[in-house]
């Protein structure tokens, strides 16, 4: 079996204004939809973060990707590093930034995406040829069923895509909710109930870094008094606040949170939070590559690290993290991404292979509306996910869904993801501050 072509389709989502540290989500999300096409006729799939730089990056992968087989994953992880070192002054260079982490809540990097994107669609198609499930080859399930959060955030009104702003008063539970602005505790509870009563999560995380940490904490505060401690909370503010005030507000949440998510930017910042609040510090901004580790492990930067196959460069590469976080004492969970079917099947893959899988995943998925893969959209049992059945990711695409999500990229004009250049059509002037508070 040898790859023979690549495809390469670009996606726009519906996605409703979601706040965050860097501004506001766009009525679409950018993502992207890869195919390797086998000599044998079949074609393996994956889904990455959408942008132009990354989309132009696979095609210029695409001469050392074709003519290879898809199971020498490791010569083919090899070349795209090895295209990232000798690119100089084209895409996969250093100096333009495109390999940094970057201050925004997401992960820029390009190199990581497409050697995600190719090892990912390689699993799909040996599971094809090899009549296995991905998790099976890459050593076999220790659960069929991963449990996910309820990933709750600040939002504006409105449900995003076509329907822009349009909010029908019929509408009620978990659509009427993801419509709804929830700006204040109160729309935070009501979000929290309406998304746990229609996916059954059973532990809870809020997005923050949006307004003053008072307004934040007493919206944590309210969730734990709505729910109770029987269900695990979780505070991610973005890495948005200063030393002094993310030891202030930890204090207070002391007893209250699972975990404390990047209040802080760097590791260095983060040990100290450390020494002073008694709650365990979780990360997916000051250790996102193996690179990071040492330092982390020596400063104590964090107690959990969140996995993501597309920052990380693969499934394999997170399977590898996890035997490195139980070797270190480090708990571990996935960071999630506004992701469709496709993507959701490789995180499911990788969780039900991940033995060291401490905490239940987080998921934007429950905020999308559109879906790309043939079945429709995935089912939440109690807040699980079952682990697809089929070979390779266990999912396939839907061509005629591929086809008007394809429609709506073009049609939308955007380029990346710029959550400052849109929270400016609400907020004039507004600009992107690494640390606000």
Same mark, same amino acid.
């Given at each position: 079996?040898?790859?023979? &072509?690549?495809?390469?389709?670009?996606?726009?989502?519906?996605?409703?204004?979601?706040?965050?540290?860097?501004?506001?989500? /766009?009525?679409?999300?950018?993502?992207?939809?890869?195919?390797?096409?086998?000599?044998?006729?079949? @074609?393996?799939?994956?889904?990455?973060?959408? =942008?132009?730089?990354? %989309?132009?990056?696979?095609?210029?992968?695409?001469?050392?990707?074709?003519?290879?087989?898809?199971?020498?994953?490791? *010569?083919?992880?090899?070349?795209?590093?090895?295209?990232?070192?000798?690119?100089?002054?084209?895409?996969?260079?250093?100096?333009?930034? %495109?390999?940094?982490?970057? =201050?925004?809540?997401?992960?820029?990097?390009?190199?990581?995406?497409?050697?995600?994107? *190719? +090892?990912?669609?390689?699993?799909? $198609?040996?599971?094809?040829?090899?009549?296995?499930?991905?998790?099976?080859?890459?050593?076999?399930?220790?659960?069929?069923? @991963?449990?996910?959060?309820?990933?709750?955030?600040?939002?504006?009104?409105?449900?995003?895509?076509?329907?822009?702003?349009?909010?029908?008063?019929?509408?009620?539970?978990?659509?009427?909710?993801?419509?709804?602005?929830?700006?204040?505790?109160?729309?935070?509870?009501?979000?929290?109930?309406?998304?746990?009563?229609?996916?059954?999560?059973?532990?809870?995380?809020?997005?923050?870094?949006?307004? !003053? !940490?008072? +307004?934040? *904490?007493?919206?944590? $505060?309210?969730?734990?008094?709505?729910?109770?401690?029987?269900?695990?909370?979780?505070?991610?503010?973005?890495?948005?606040?200063?030393?002094?005030?993310?030891?202030?507000?930890?204090?207070?949440?002391?007893?209250?949170?699972?975990?404390?998510?990047?209040?802080?930017?760097?590791?260095?910042?983060?040990?100290?939070?450390?020494?002073? *609040?008694?709650?365990?510090? /979780?990360?997916?901004?000051?250790?996102?590559?193996?690179?990071?580790?040492?330092?982390?492990?020596?400063?104590?930067?964090?107690?959990?690290? $969140?996995?993501?196959?597309?920052?990380?460069?693969?499934?394999?590469?997170?399977?590898?993290?996890?035997?490195?976080?139980?070797?270190?004492?480090?708990?571990?969970?996935?960071?999630?991404?506004?992701?469709?079917?496709?993507?959701? /099947?490789?995180?499911?893959?990788?969780?039900?292979?991940?033995?060291?899988?401490?905490?239940?995943?987080?998921?934007?998925? !429950?905020?999308?509306? =559109?879906?790309?893969? @043939?079945?429709?959209?995935?089912?939440?049992?109690?807040?699980?996910?079952?682990?697809?059945?089929?070979?390779?990711?266990?999912?396939?695409?839907?061509? +005629?869904? $591929?086809?008007?999500?394809?429609?709506?990229?073009?049609?939308?004009?955007?380029?990346?993801? &710029?959550?400052?250049? +849109?929270?400016?059509?609400?907020?004039?002037?507004?600009?992107? @501050?690494?640390?606000?508070?």
């Amino acid at each position: 079996m040898i790859i023979d &072509d690549i495809r390469i389709t670009p996606i726009a989502v519906a996605d409703p204004p979601l706040r965050n540290a860097a501004g506001i989500h /766009a009525p679409y999300a950018l993502r992207i939809i890869v195919e390797l096409l086998a000599s044998n006729g079949l @074609v393996g799939i994956s889904e990455i973060p959408g =942008d132009v730089r990354t %989309e132009d990056a696979l095609r210029e992968s695409a001469e050392f990707i074709v003519g290879t087989d898809p199971f020498a994953l490791n *010569v083919l992880a090899e070349r795209i590093e090895k295209r990232r070192r000798e690119h100089a002054g084209a895409r996969f260079e250093d100096h333009d930034g %495109e390999e940094s982490r970057g =201050d925004a809540p997401w992960d820029r990097r390009i190199t990581v995406h497409v050697q995600s994107a *190719v +090892e990912v669609a390689c699993l799909d $198609l040996i599971g094809k040829e090899t009549g296995h499930r991905a998790c099976d080859i890459l050593g076999g399930a220790v659960r069929e069923r @991963v449990p996910f959060a309820a990933y709750l955030f600040y939002k504006e009104r409105g449900a995003g895509g076509r329907l822009g702003f349009d909010v029908s008063p019929a509408t009620r539970g978990w659509p009427a909710a993801r419509q709804a602005a929830a700006l204040d505790p109160e729309g935070i509870v009501a979000q929290a109930h309406a998304m746990c009563d229609a996916f059954g999560f059973e532990s809870v995380k809020l997005k923050g870094g949006v307004f !003053p !940490p008072e +307004e934040e *904490v007493s919206a944590v $505060l309210a969730l734990r008094e709505a729910f109770g401690p029987s269900v695990p909370l979780r505070f991610d503010p973005n890495a948005a606040w200063s030393l002094k005030t993310a030891i202030a507000m930890g204090k207070r949440l002391e007893g209250v949170l699972e975990y404390y998510e990047d209040p802080v930017r760097g590791q260095e910042a983060m040990a100290e939070i450390g020494k002073t *609040v008694d709650i365990p510090r /979780a990360t997916n901004m000051c250790t996102t590559s193996f690179d990071d580790i040492p330092s982390g492990v020596r400063l104590g930067s964090e107690d959990i690290i $969140l996995a993501d196959h597309h920052f990380w460069g693969g499934i394999r590469p997170c399977i590898e993290l996890g035997r490195v976080c139980r070797t270190f004492g480090r708990g571990l969970s996935m960071h999630s991404n506004t992701h469709l079917g496709v993507s959701l /099947a490789a995180m499911v893959h990788l969780a039900a292979a991940t033995p060291h899988l401490t905490y239940a995943l987080d998921t934007h998925y !429950p905020w999308q509306s =559109d879906e790309v893969i @043939v079945g429709g959209r995935f089912d939440f049992d109690s807040g699980t996910v079952k682990v697809p059945d089929g070979p390779g990711l266990g999912v396939e695409l839907d061509r +005629e869904k $591929l086809s008007e999500l394809h429609a709506n990229y073009v049609e939308c004009g955007l380029t990346h993801r &710029d959550d400052e250049a +849109e929270m400016r059509k609400l907020e004039p002037g507004w600009t992107f @501050v690494p640390t606000r508070w």
